[in-house]
C-alpha cells in the first residue's frame, strides 16, 4: 500500500546496490528533488537505469561510489552539448556499464513486468551492443534478459488523498519501469481530493508498494506541465558553470519565470513575433536549405516523429505542416502526438504541444503503436560519424592524435533505422572526420533496403537519404553505396518559403544551433532564452485583467 513520507525518510529506505530507475525524459519532468536527495545521502553502489542519464547522471557522478553500474541507451546535456563527466566514466572505464538501444531497454524492462525470464523482438541494427542475443534463426529476431527495477524513482503531477498517483504529459519509459520495479518513490506537486483526469495518463493505484512525497516545483528546472515549463537559463549555468549543483535549485524570481511561461498562448507568440525586430540579413543559410528541402519531402497523412533533439528536424516538420496540416507531427520530448504547427522555440515550445497534442504518450507506446508496426514516415537524425554504406555512429571514435572518444549514444536509432519507411541522417558540417569510408563502430544502419527485403518483414518501402552542408545523398540499392542526388550550391530556396522560414517559423534563429560552436552557441542559447523571457515578461501582465 502507498503510504505518504517526508523525502528524507523516502530516500532512505534505498539500500546500497539497489538498482534505480528514474522516470521523466530529457529535460521532462525528472525527479529532481529526490536526486538532490539521493546524491547527499549516505546510499551508495548504485545501479542507474535510464534511458538518457542527463543531469541526473551528471550529479551523481560527481560522488564517488555513488553509482557504480549503469544501463542506458544514451547521455547528453541536450542542446548544451556533451555530458562531460559520463564520458570522462565511460573513456577511464570507472562503470560498469550496460548499453541498450531502446527497444531492448523497453523489451527488458516488459519481460521483468510480465514476470517472464526474456523477452523476443527485431534485433537493434548495431554491432556494438552486448545487452541482446540474436536468435541466427534467420528470424531477424533477438533476445533480451528481464531488468528487475528495485526503486522506480519518478516525479508526479498529483496524488489524490487516497494514496493514488497521476502522471501527465509526456512520460518517456515510465510505463516500463512501473512494471519492472519492486518499490516506487514518487514526488509529487499536489495532493488533491480527487483527480480530474483530462489527458491519457498513467494512473499508479494506491495498491502498490509506493512511498508519496509532497515536493512542489520537485521536477525543477525541467518541466512538470501544465504546472511549469523548463528553465534553460538554470540549466544553461549549471553546464557552463562547472555542473554547480547550485544553479539547479529553485529561487523565487525563477519559479515565477517558469509558472508564467507555462500559460503563454500561441496567439501571444505570433503577436510577439508580430513586433520582433526582423533579420537584417538576406543571406540564405544552409540550414534553411535543408529545412526547405525536407519539408517539400512531406505528404498529407504522413507521419513525422522527431523522437531525438534537433532544431533541424523539427524545424522541417513545422515548415512543413504551416504549408500542409494534414501532416502528422509527433514531437518534442517523445510523447506529444499531432501537435499544432508552431515557431521553434525552447521552453514554450514543450507547453504549447503539451495543450495542442491530441495524445500524451511515453516511448513505449510510439515505439509499440507507431514504430515496430512501420507506420513513421520520416524521422530526421543527426550523426557525429558516417560512412558511404550509410552506417552511423554516435559511439566511439578515434581522434588524430589516438584517443579514444566517447560520444552521447544513439538513443532508439538502431532500432527506427529499419522501421521507418524512409531513413534520413544528417551533418551540419561534413568533413574527411565525419564522412569516412567505413565506421569502425557502428551504432545504427538501414540493414532493410530493397523492397523485396522490406516487404518481406513486414515493413514499407523507402528512400535512404544522407544530407550535409555539401547536399544530398541517397543510397543506391544496388551498389549500397551513397551518390550525390543534390549540390545545395545549386539549390534555391523559394522566396515566399524564406520569408516564412524567417519571419514565422523561426524568427529567433533557433535553427542554427546544431552549426553553432563554443561561444557563438553560447551567445545563441542566451538570445534564445532572453527572447523568451521578454514574452513572459510582456504577457503575464495581462494575467488576472
Not at 93 to 106: F, G, I, K, N, R
Not at 259 to 278: C, G, M, P, Q, T
Amino acid at each position: 500500500m502507498s503510504k505518504v513520507s517526508s523525502i528524507k525518510d523516502a530516500v532512505s529506505e534505498i539500500a546500497d546496490g539497489s538498482s534505480i530507475a528514474l522516470g521523466g525524459a530529457l529535460f521532462t519532468r525528472l525527479p529532481m528533488a529526490l536526486i538532490h536527495e539521493i546524491k547527499w545521502s549516505s546510499v551508495k553502489n548504485l545501479h542507474m537505469i535510464a534511458w538518457s542519464g542527463n543531469i541526473p547522471l551528471e550529479m551523481f557522478l560527481e560522488v564517488p561510489g555513488k553509482v557504480t553500474e549503469l544501463s542506458f541507451c544514451f547521455s547528453s546535456l541536450d542542446i548544451f552539448g556533451l555530458a562531460p563527466r559520463f564520458r570522462k566514466a565511460l573513456e577511464n572505464d570507472e562503470l560498469v556499464t550496460h548499453e541498450y538501444s531502446a527497444l531492448t531497454l523497453m523489451n527488458a524492462c516488459e519481460a521483468a513486468m510480465r514476470n517472464l525470464p526474456y523477452s523476443i523482438f527485431k534485433e537493434p541494427t548495431t554491432n556494438a551492443f552486448n545487452t541482446y542475443e540474436a536468435l541466427n534463426d534467420g528470424s531477424g529476431l533477438a533476445r533480451t534478459e528481464a531488468l528487475h527495477i528495485d526503486y522506480f524513482i519518478v516525479h508526479a503531477q498529483e496524488a489524490d488523498r487516497h494514496g493514488n498517483v497521476l502522471i501527465r504529459g509526456t512520460r518517456g519509459l515510465d510505463t516500463a519501469y512501473l512494471g519492472a520495479a519492486k518499490k516506487i518513490i514518487v514526488s509529487v506537486e499536489k495532493i488533491v481530493d480527487e483527480f480530474e483526469i483530462t489527458q491519457n495518463c498513467i494512473f499508479i493505484p494506491r495498491t502498490r508498494e509506493m512511498t508519496i512525497v509532497h515536493a512542489p516545483m520537485g521536477a525543477y528546472p525541467t518541466s512538470c506541465l501544465p504546472h511549469y515549463v523548463t528553465d534553460y537559463r538554470a540549466i544553461k549555468q549549471f553546464a557552463e558553470e562547472g555542473l554547480n549543483e547550485k544553479f539547479l535549485l529553485p529561487t523565487a524570481e525563477r519559479v515565477d519565470f517558469v509558472e508564467k511561461a507555462a500559460r503563454i498562448k500561441i496567439n501571444e507568440v505570433y503577436s510577439f513575433i508580430d513586433d520582433y525586430k526582423k533579420s537584417e540579413s538576406e543571406a540564405v543559410k544552409t540550414e534553411d536549405k535543408m529545412i526547405s528541402y525536407l519539408s517539400d519531402l512531406y505528404k498529407p497523412g504522413e507521419i513525422l516523429s522527431a523522437g531525438a533533439v534537433s532544431p533541424l528536424a523539427q524545424g522541417s516538420y513545422f515548415l512543413s505542416k504551416m504549408k500542409e496540416p494534414d501532416v502528422v507531427i509527433m514531437t518534442t520530448a517523445g510523447g506529444y502526438v499531432d501537435v499544432d504547427a508552431r515557431p521553434l522555440l525552447l521552453s514554450i515550445g514543450e507547453s504549447l504541444d503539451y495543450h495542442s497534442s491530441k495524445f500524451h504518450w511515453g516511448g513505449d507506446d510510439t515505439f509499440h503503436i507507431y514504430y515496430e508496426p512501420g507506420f513513421i514516415d520520416y524521422e530526421v537524425v543527426a550523426v557525429a560519424q558516417v560512412d558511404k554504406s550509410l552506417r552511423a555512429n554516435n559511439l566511439w571514435v578515434t581522434s588524430p592524435s589516438g584517443k579514444r572518444i566517447r560520444l552521447p549514444g544513439q538513443g532508439g536509432m538502431a532500432d527506427v533505422s529499419d522501421m521507418h519507411r524512409n531513413f534520413v541522417i544528417y551533418q551540419m558540417n561534413e568533413d574527411h572526420l565525419s564522412m569516412v569510408d567505413s565506421v569502425a563502430t557502428v551504432s545504427a544502419s538501414r540493414t532493410l533496403v530493397t523492397p523485396e527485403e522490406r516487404r518481406s518483414k513486414g515493413l514499407r518501402p523507402g528512400a535512404c537519404l544522407y544530407m550535409s552542408n555539401k547536399g544530398v545523398y541517397q543510397l543506391n540499392m544496388r551498389s549500397r553505396e551513397l551518390e550525390m542526388i543534390l549540390d545545395f550550391d545549386n539549390y534555391e530556396v523559394p522566396e515566399e518559403r524564406m520569408a516564412l522560414i524567417k519571419y514565422k517559423l523561426d524568427p529567433f534563429g533557433t535553427r542554427f544551433l546544431e552549426s553553432a560552436k563554443g561561444s557563438d552557441r553560447s551567445e545563441l542559447i542566451e538570445r534564445l532564452i532572453e527572447v523568451e523571457e521578454a514574452i513572459v515578461a510582456k504577457y503575464s501582465m495581462n494575467e488576472g485583467k
